[in-house]
């Protein structure tokens, strides 16, 4: 599966300052928990239902220096009703989004890009029964899915306090959202913006500021 710039961003721009235990869902090949790992010393768990990418998560962090991540290959719904009691101070989640596009020939590809296995309303419930009181919840999703999820999560009592708008260019549309959401509803949210690449096709100083500790080129 090849490492999209917008689940970098995402890797590079969570804030995991003071965490204890970190949740990545449907980790794929593990870059969200390499990426954060290089910036806490967390137990970080890496949940993937896909075997084949949890194998190869499991190379990928074997072959890394980090020590502090253990993946799972489960289904993250069971993995949420057979856990032990603790929960989650942070956790995290590029979700499959496209729910009701065109589904691809290669098995592996459907589950990370639609909700085959893991619908929006299924990973709120399964955010809800894991994140601490006090803990957060990041997700990475288009615009349309991100209105879909903040208003399913926001029924079940988990409310928008942060938000990062992602745009290619700033003469285009916002095509990315991270959302962060805690237990607790804010009298006001947070928004912020990321343009990735200048008019003539250069990353752009914040980008660049953002990702130089992760992209060799900068």
Do not use: W
């Not at 804030?15 to 928990?33: F, M, Q, Y």
């Not at 993995?79 to 098995?107: E, G, R, T, W």
């Amino acid at each position: 599966m090849k490492v999209c710039t917008d689940a970098c961003i995402m890797g590079a721009y969570v804030p995991v300052e003071g965490a204890e235990n970190i949740l990545d869902i449907g980790t794929g090949t593990g870059l969200l928990s390499l990426m954060v790992a290089q910036r806490t010393s967390a137990n970080i768990i890496a949940v993937e239902i896909d075997e084949a990418a949890s194998e190869q998560a499991k190379e990928n962090v074997s072959s890394s220096p980090f020590n502090n991540i253990s993946v799972i290959n489960k289904d993250i719904i069971k993995f949420a009703n057979h856990s032990p009691l603790k929960k989650f101070d942070i956790i995290l989640c590029n979700p499959p989004f496209y729910q009701n596009s065109l589904k691809s020939p290669v098995k592996g590809k459907n589950i990370s890009k639609h909700d085959l296995y893991l619908s929006l309303g299924d990973l709120v419930k399964v955010v809800k029964n894991l994140l601490k009181d006090a803990g957060k919840f990041y997700v990475l999703l288009p615009p349309a899915e991100s209105v879909i999820f903040e208003n399913l999560a926001k029924k079940a009592g988990l409310f928008s306090f942060s938000k990062l708008e992602i745009r290619n260019r700033a003469d285009k549309s916002i095509f990315r959202l991270i959302t962060g959401f805690t237990t607790k509803e804010v009298s006001e949210i947070s928004i912020e913006e990321l343009i990735i690449k200048e008019i003539n096709d250069k990353y752009t100083i914040d980008f660049q500021n953002l990702l130089k500790n992760y992209y060799l080129i900068f």
